[in-house]
């Protein structure tokens, strides 16, 4: 394939989240192949007011192999047009917008239009096109970015049927969620538990992100409460900042019954923290209410850990019931069942061969070329 000249536009570093490390990651693959490839990431992400932790920026080392260019403003028109025209100059060949969330929309399909006038063909990568929390401005902001661009690429099934019912005479192409293989090694179990001030003579379930209603702690909760934990000598870790209040799901863990058994670490989790805690768990555990795709799926198989999810959205796309883990309803009971099967039928060396097996689908160089070949 010809060599081609690349922007993403998305979150990148100073940013943090999942979205930046995908886009950081995405651009290394393309440089790999020969590419040259920049990032245009924002100046002004959310405004204060709408974010809803703790803080924006990493904490994290600054990348030195990628140009990131911070300059968007979300909020600002007159920004758009500025940076819209500045970086047309550029004349780049294909030019990949990360979108997630119709905020987003407004910035993103006034500057992909001032790009597209440069000759450059505009592909996105839609995480979303129906979001999980819906606000009263969605469909037309969605549709203002969405008709701004020559085709798209979805991580689920879901949503690349969301995007060819509202782009039908556009190209969609599905491609699984790349596997997440920038946090490091993975470490001894114990060391890891040792690292994460954890009591060893525990086993470890996982629910790791940023916590959101619709990520299903609260079910994942009422589901942890009806195992023997006791027989198992089982605990929760739950590692992710709270993106909403704390207060109800606190209450809930009290009134279950689960505060010795639960494990709050409930800060943003740097990257360079990652590996011990996938490393000290035996399972990460995904009960979620609604999903398109999810990149902690996507570190579980970096680790080689099992998994538990919901029959939701993508996730069961990329769990092979029986193979890497256990696909449930939304119910506790069903839930509580499976995890208690995991450990009586010691299922965690063979789920783990079978996600050692699978992971081998998920790979970045097969991501970009299916972009470049929209």
């Known amino acids: ?65 990628i140009t990131i260019y911070s300059e968007i403003n979300s909020v600002n028109p007159i920004n758009w047009l500025l940076v819209g025209n500045k970086f047309a100059k550029k004349k780049y060949d294909v030019i990949i917008f990360r979108y997630w969330m119709s905020f987003m929309a407004p910035s993103f399909g006034t500057i992909a239009r001032l790009l597209k006038k440069s000759g450059a063909r505009i592909i996105a990568i839609t995480d979303n096109i129906v979001p999980h929390e819906k606000r009263f401005f969605d469909s037309i902001f969605t549709q203002y970015f969405l008709n701004s661009c020559d085709g798209f690429l979805s991580m689920s099934r879901e949503v690349q049927s969301q995007a060819q019912a509202l782009q039908p005479n556009k190209k969609v192409v599905y491609v699984a969620h790349p596997m997440y293989d920038m946090f490091g090694s993975a470490q001894d179990r114990k060391a890891a538990q040792a690292t ?63 505060a010795d058994d639960v494990v709050l670490k409930t800060d943003f989790i740097p990257n360079n923290e990652v590996s011990a805690y996938f490393s000290a768990s035996d399972m990460v555990v995904q009960t979620y209410i609604s999903a398109t795709q999810s990149g902690v799926t996507q570190i579980a198989y970096f680790y080689d850990k099992p998994m538990l999810v919901t029959d939701v959205g993508g ?60």
């Not at 027989?231 to 704390?246: C, D, H, Q, T, V």
């Open 1 to 65: 394939m010809p060599k081609k000249k690349i922007l993403i536009v998305g979150p990148a570093y100073p940013l943090r989240g999942g979205l930046a490390t995908y886009n950081e990651r995405l651009c290394r693959a393309f440089k790999s192949q020969g590419h040259e490839c920049e990032i245009l990431s924002f100046s002004l992400q959310y405004p204060k007011m709408l974010f809803p932790g703790k803080t924006q920026f990493s904490s994290d080392s600054k990348p030195t192999d």
């Open 196 to 258: 994460l001030d954890l009591n060893l003579d525990y086993h470890y379930l996982l629910f790791f992100g940023f916590i959101r209603k619709y990520k299903g702690l609260s079910l994942l909760l009422e589901s942890f409460a009806k195992v023997d934990r006791a027989k198992y000598k089982l605990k929760l870790i739950i590692a992710g900042e709270f993106y909403e209040p704390s207060e109800p799901y606190l209450a809930q863990i009290h009134e279950l019954g689960l």
């Open 315 to 374: 996730l069961a796309e990329l769990v092979p019931a029986g193979k890497v883990g256990y696909v449930c309803q939304q119910d506790s009971t069903e839930i509580s069942q499976a995890i208690e099967n995991f450990y009586q039928e010691q299922k965690y060396d063979s789920f783990s061969a079978g996600v050692a097996e699978e992971k081998e689908k998920f790979t970045w160089d097969y991501l970009s070329e299916q972009l470049l070949g929209i």
